[in-house]
Structures are given as structure tokens and as C-alpha cells.
């Protein structure tokens, strides 16, 4: 079974910066496009960055662009969310996924940005 297990989440103030982590297992890492998601409350799910298996493509939604990176070591079977300049609307839970065939979700971490 799939299984996604994200960390790195906390409380940091507005313009700070956190790195999330997504430890995959239950299917083949390397050959995998992910994605990482964020949902904030009374919101949908959305869609916050995507990255090819090799890693050599990304793509992000407009309001993280130009402050969050993604990235992932294949040899570690993880995926990285590096978010700079944090605002108190980035506040979330962010979750890692699979681009295609997302049957699981796992537990989120929670993303707080205070003012």
C-alpha cells in the first residue's frame, strides 16, 4: 500500500521560511512525478507544486512562485517543499501526493504563519 508520511511543518512568523519533507513507500519513487497540496480550513485542496520523477521539471501554482521550491531524492524515496517568505496565508496543511492516481492521502503537515 501507498504509504506518504510529511513533516517539517510548524508555527513561524510571516517571512520566515520552513522545509517540509514527504517519505514515500509502497510504489516505484523514481519513476513518479509528486506533487505537494495544501489545504486550508473551510478550503479545497489545492494544487502547490509539481515535479517530474527525474526531477527535472517543476511547476507551481501563482500564488507560491518566485518563494517555494520543490525538489527530491530518489535515492531517499523523499520529496522537499522549501518555503521562503512566508505569509499568514500560506497557513495549511500541506500534503504530499502522487501527480497521477492519488488513492491515499496521508496525515498533512501543519504549515502556521503568524503576523
Known amino acids: 500500500q501507498v504509504q506518504l508520511v510529511e513533516s517539517g511543518g510548524g508555527l513561524v512568523q510571516s517571512g520566515g521560511s520552513l522545509r517540509l519533507s514527504c517519505a514515500a513507500t509502497g510504489f516505484t519513487f523514481s519513476t513518479t512525478a509528486m506533487t505537494w497540496y495544501r489545504q486550508a480550513p473551510g478550503k479545497e485542496r489545492q494544487l502547490v507544486a509539481i515535479?517530474?520523477?527525474?526531477?527535472?521539471?517543476?511547476s507551481y501554482a501563482d500564488s507560491v512562485k518566485g518563494r517555494f521550491t520543490i525538489s527530491r531524492d530518489n535515492a531517499q524515496n523523499t520529496i522537499y517543499l522549501q518555503m521562503n517568505s512566508l505569509r499568514p496565508e500560506d497557513t495549511a496543511v500541506y500534503y504530499c501526493?502522487?501527480?497521477?492516481?492519488?488513492?491515499?492521502w496521508g496525515q498533512g503537515t501543519q504549515v502556521t504563519v503568524s503576523s
Open positions: 515535479i517530474s520523477s527525474d526531477g527535472e521539471s517543476t
Open positions: 501526493n502522487r501527480r497521477f492516481w492519488r488513492t491515499y
